[in-house]
């Protein structure tokens, strides 16, 4: 158990060994970034047992990866089930085709002319790429770059799966696309198969309030009974709705090819069922800290595989240590959980009136929890989110049995800056 600021921690239990971790790590530069690649794999074949339960295909959601070599070894993993990228720029779309990557869909929708020119220009050299519209101006300028450059390109329509209450008054979900009903998708899906340059080919439908959303955090004890309220009830509502939308694109003649939906926190309830042809994780391989707070039990079965290093470098009192580093807070809403959790070695914790800190992060010590550390020794931390992680490293190191057996570049480390 972990403790940061008065909250207890549920941590899925690690092989990793503390004593073996630095060992491997002797030389290495602190701070550094590394992946446990055993228990990624692991985690890859968990993943693939419950798709392959589901009898969905899954596509990788490279946002939650950001390292070529990683990708690979996940939709390698995979096998057969593992199918195509998600990416989340048109920019990576770009990078990741020049590196061999298929079947790609972007999932937020481009406006700018140079993402435009960038997925036509994709679409014309047969790349396999389709690129997501929510609204008819973003869909005419996509179909003027496609006319353009002389192809045809594929576009996903993005639909809003948030749960809404009391007339729209209520809101649970993120703020993505417009199209929320049936008949908005069904006249959009129109407009797309009458315009040149682009073809309608599927939809996008990502229930976050299911996938996003952990219902056991520590760190908001009393909220956690209203989100699994909240994920169960939107589960059941959004997979009805989709499904609802597919029928009734099907009576209409403009079948998708493709609907995507899911994430790590609901392949359980993502099925054929509501309307999806295949799923998309990618924080479920690497399993950061935020991942740890799920009921469900294919979340729970998961192990933390990515990891970052720092140093201990002052000791200002006999109960706390101080790295050099560590301030890696993750995107989103501002709160406790956005803060990465010191992992290694157990019985360290986050002082409230300092937290992460950009140069420096003091460490309290338990003194009943038998640590020993000095300084000179590397603490391991967990950021709360898998892909923002490799924003703050150029390489990966990659451990296996105790060892670094591999270093791998990340985006970062390939000069590559997408958002």
């Known amino acids: 158990m972990l403790v940061s600021g008065g909250a207890s921690v549920a941590y899925t239990p690690s092989v990793l060994d503390y004593e073996g971790i630095r060992g491997a790590l002797e030389g290495v530069e602190l701070p550094c970034a590394f992946v446990d690649v055993d228990a990624l794999d692991r985690n890859i074949a968990r993943v693939r047992a419950l798709v392959s339960r589901q009898e ?5 959601a490279s946002k939650s990866v950001r390292v070529v070599s990683l990708l690979r070894r996940i939709i390698d993993g995979g096998g057969s089930l593992f199918q195509g990228v998600m990416c989340f720029s048109c920019a990576e779309a770009v990078f990741l085709a020049q590196r061999g990557f298929d079947d790609l869909l972007i999932a937020y929708p481009p406006f700018q002319k140079l993402d435009l020119n960038r997925v036509a220009r994709l679409s014309a050299d047969g ?44 809101h649970v979900g993120v703020r993505r696309s417009p199209l929320h009903e049936e008949q908005a998708v069904l006249d959009l899906a129109d407009q797309a198969s009458s315009l040149p340059g682009v073809n309608f080919y599927g939809l996008m439908g990502y229930e976050a309030q299911v996938a996003g959303l952990g219902d056991a955090n520590p760190f908001e004890p009393r909220a956690n009974v209203v989100k699994s309220m909240v994920r169960r009830v939107s589960a059941f509502e959004l997979g009805r709705r989709r499904r609802r939308i597919v029928d009734a694109l099907g009576r209409a003649g403009l079948t998708p090819v493709l609907v995507n939906g899911g994430g790590s926190g609901s392949l359980d309830t993502t099925t054929r069922a509501t309307g999806v042809t295949e799923v998309t994780a990618g924080s479920a391989f690497l399993k950061p800290h935020l991942f740890d707070y799920f009921r469900n039990a294919h979340m729970q079965e998961l192990e933390p595989a990515a990891f970052f290093a720092v140093e201990i470098t002052r000791r200002p009192t006999p109960d706390i240590v101080t790295c050099l580093g560590g301030g890696y807070i993750a995107s989103g809403a501002t709160s406790p959980d956005k803060q990465p959790l010191p992992y290694l070695p157990h019985g360290l914790s986050l002082l409230d009136i300092e937290g992460a800190g950009e140069v420096q992060t003091p460490l309290r010590v338990a003194h009943d929890a038998g640590v020993s550390v000095s300084v000179g020794d590397p603490v391991i931390f967990r950021h709360a989110k898998a892909g923002e992680l490799a924003e703050r490293f150029e390489r990966y190191h990659l451990v296996s049995a105790g060892k670094v057996v591999d270093t791998v570049p990340t985006y970062r480390g390939e000069g590559q800056c997408f958002l």
């Open 56 to 60: 969905l295909p899954l596509r990788v």
């Open 127 to 170: 790349v396999r790429v389709a690129v997501m519209c929510d609204s008819p101006g973003s869909l005419r300028r996509l179909s003027r770059a496609g006319v353009e450059h002389g192809t045809t390109v594929n576009t996903v329509l993005c639909v809003d799966m948030s749960l809404k209450a009391l007339g729209g008054r209520v």
